[in-house]
Every structure is written in structure tokens, then in C-alpha cells.
């Protein structure tokens, strides 16, 4: 009976490292951490070379060498994610570590990143207004002055 709970509980901390380092979202954490700042969640990032640039945490190296053997079993994982968060007018970028370890509770870190400018936001983008007037931008049918939509092609256009 020993042996069997003994299996079973590390059983289930497999399972529960695995969720939590790839099911959870973390999402509950980061919205209570962003509304005690009164922000509210705009979008979670992964970071990308640029945002490691401006990071408060240092970025991570992608290969570490050991004179240790190891065997495949990641112990210690850390990962890290760009939050942006808006207040009225304002956008703020927020940093989390997540840490997690087997047999414990995944530890979460929150840091203040830079002000977003609205030049700086990636999701900025400038319209390219088309005005159409006799033939569809697409794939160049002949249109009447009321059409709305292309009826060789489908496209829909104001």
C-alpha cells in the first residue's frame, strides 16, 4: 500500500508539472496581478529578441554546458512572457517569470516594463484605402457604380 500511494503521488506530480508548464495559461494570475494596478490584460507575449533588449529580467541563455551528466528530467524550468496592459489612455508592458519545479507550486514573478508609445505598439498599422470605382481591386472585373461586392471574385468593399 505504501509503494502504490508513494507511485501514485509521483504520478501525480508528473501530471501536474506537465499542466503546469504546458497547459496553463496563467491568465487568473496575471489579470489579479494587473488589476491591483488598476490595468487592464490588452495581450500576453512571448518575448522576442527586440523585447529582451528592454527587459527587467536578463534574458536566459539557450544552451548551458555542465560537467555534470544529466539524465532528461528537467528539474527547474523558467519561462518568461511580455504583458501588455492598458489604463485609459496609457499602455504599460509588464514581465512575468514563471519558475516550476517538481514538488512545488509554480513560483510567479511580476515586473514593470517600459511605457508603450503608441509608435512602439507592433499592432499599429496604417490603412491602405483603395477607392474603387469601376474595376475590383482584386482581379480586375468590370463593376457598376451601387456594386459592394464583386461578383466575379466575392470581394466585399465600401
Known sequence: MIIFSFVFYILYNQLRLFYN???RTYKNEIRTFLESKNYVLVD??????KDWQRSPFSKP???????LLTHPLNWNNTEYFKIIGNKGEKNQEFWIEINTTYFHKPVLTFKVGHKININDSENTYTENII?????????????????NKCSECGLSFE
Do not use: M, Q, Y
Open 21 to 23: 508548464r504546458n497547459l
Open 44 to 49: 500576453t507575449i512571448s518575448p522576442n529578441d
Open 61 to 67: 541563455v539557450k544552451f548551458e554546458f555542465s560537467f
Open 131 to 147: 477607392i474603387v470605382k469601376d474595376k475590383c481591386p482584386a482581379c480586375g472585373h468590370h463593376l457598376f457604380d451601387n456594386e
